[in-house]
Antibody
Framework: QIQLVQSGPELKKPGESVKISCKAS????????MNWVKQAPGNGLKWMGW????????TYADDFKQRFVFSLETSASTAYLQINNLNIEDTATYFC????????????WGQGVMVTVSS | DIQLTQSPSSMSASLGDRVSLTCQSS??????LSWYQHKPGKPPKPMIY???NLADGVPSRFSGSRSGSDYSLTISSLESEDMADYHC?????????FGAGTKLELK
């Protein structure tokens, strides 16, 4: 069955970096774009952007253009989100989610990774 | 950016009630709107896609509709498992944007 399995929770200090993984299984990884979504505590959902799994080209929402990097390890069917120079406002749960192009929606989601930034 | 305004922000209803949640778009997005159910500690679950289509495995008591720039998610007969936050999302243009959500609680 189709699954997106993300890495475990992270506790980081301000200024550090974190790299979250999202391993896909049960389908051809390069057939579907991978998107990232942020949910800060007490806040709603925010779309961060997406990465083309065929070309590796990322597209970032404006708020995520500076310190955020989407990448792939296609041979391992894995997408990554790296956040550099972490600050307190990066404390959130980060979800990867597959975009189903035939229906135009996010059909499968990772379980989410809680990143806590605290001094 | 396209703004999605969800109403109400929260509501309480009784089991068996018919419930409608609304999402209004600030710009034309056609049918490029989907709905997600989100429970604490879980990932969002797709409920409706392309405004009116039921996602796989979603009970038939859920339905989606559109009237102009107003989109609705309706639950015909509320069950206890339906208590959750519901978010709409537009895919018409970048950046994709979510509504702020409606929190559905049991009365």
């Amino acid at each position: 069955q189709i699954q997106l399995v993300q890495s475990g929770p992270e506790l980081k200090k301000p200024g550090e970096s974190v790299k979250i993984s999202c391993k896909a299984s049960g389908y051809t990884f390069t057939d579907y774009a991978m998107n990232w979504v942020k949910q800060a505590p007490g806040n709603g959902l925010k779309w961060m952007g997406w990465i083309n799994t065929q070309t590796g080209k990322p597209t970032y929402a404006d708020d995520f253009k500076q310190r955020f990097v989407f990448s792939l390890e296609t041979s391992a069917s894995t997408a990554y989100l790296q956040i550099n120079n972490l600050n307190i406002e990066d404390t959130a749960t980060y979800f990867c989610t597959r975009f189903y192009n035939s229906g135009y929606y996010f059909d499968y989601w990772g379980q989410g990774v809680m990143v806590t930034v605290s001094s | 950016d396209i703004q999605l305004t969800q109403s109400p922000s929260s509501m309480s209803a009784s089991l068996g009630d018919r419930v409608s949640l609304t999402c209004q778009s600030s710009q034309g997005i056609g049918n490029y709107l989907s709905w997600y159910q989100h429970k604490p500690g879980k990932p969002p679950k797709p409920m409706i896609y392309y405004a009116t289509n039921l996602a796989d495995g979603v009970p038939s008591r859920f339905s989606g509709s559109r009237s102009g720039s107003d989109y609705s998610l309706t639950i015909s007969s509320l069950e206890s498992e339906d208590m959750a936050d519901y978010h709409c999302l537009q895919y018409k243009q970048y950046p994709y944007t979510f509504g702020a959500g409606t929190k559905l609680e049991l009365k």
